[in-house]
Nanobody, 130 residues
Framework: QVHVVESGGGSVQPGGSLRLSCAAS????????LGWFRHVPGKEREGVSA??????YYADSVKGRFTISRDNAKNTVYLQMNSLKPEDTAMYYC?????????????????????????WGKGTLVTISS
């Protein structure tokens, strides 16, 4: 069974930075896509960024500000978030899915949709407020 656990959330002022971490366990190869999603009550969950074996994917809303990276030796994926805005406030979730199943597509509003993520963490809260 694959498990993912997020950490690194918190409260910062606009313009600040945070780095989220997601530790994955339960698989021994790197044939998994890892991704970050966020959710605000009353809105649909939004794909933020995902990384498999190739190039990373980003929603336009975070492109140029957020950077996803993965350390395969540690089975960990990171989300470096810079130039944070109040609209980035959300619960951030990490998820994992087999590369053979995951499909990443662009949504009409230039977000990303990531299908096939089977394993989800419990989330970490990010609050951007002055």
């Amino acid at each position: 069974q694959v498990h993912v656990v997020e950490s690194g959330g918190g409260s910062v002022q606009p313009g600040g930075s945070l780095r989220l971490s997601c530790a994955a366990s339960g698989y021994t190869d790197n044939a998994y896509c890892l991704g970050w999603f966020r959710h605000v009550p009353g809105k649909e969950r939004e794909g933020v960024s995902a990384i498999g074996s190739g190039r990373p994917y980003y929603a336009d809303s975070v492109k140029g500000r957020f950077t996803i990276s993965r350390d395969n030796a540690k089975n960990t994926v990171y989300l470096q978030m810079n130039s944070l805005k109040p609209e980035d406030t959300a619960m951030y979730y990490c998820a994992a899915g087999p590369l053979s199943v995951v499909v990443v597509t662009t949504t009409p509003d230039n977000g990303i949709r990531v299908d096939g993520m089977d394993y989800w963490g419990k989330g970490t809260l990010v609050t951007i407020s002055s």
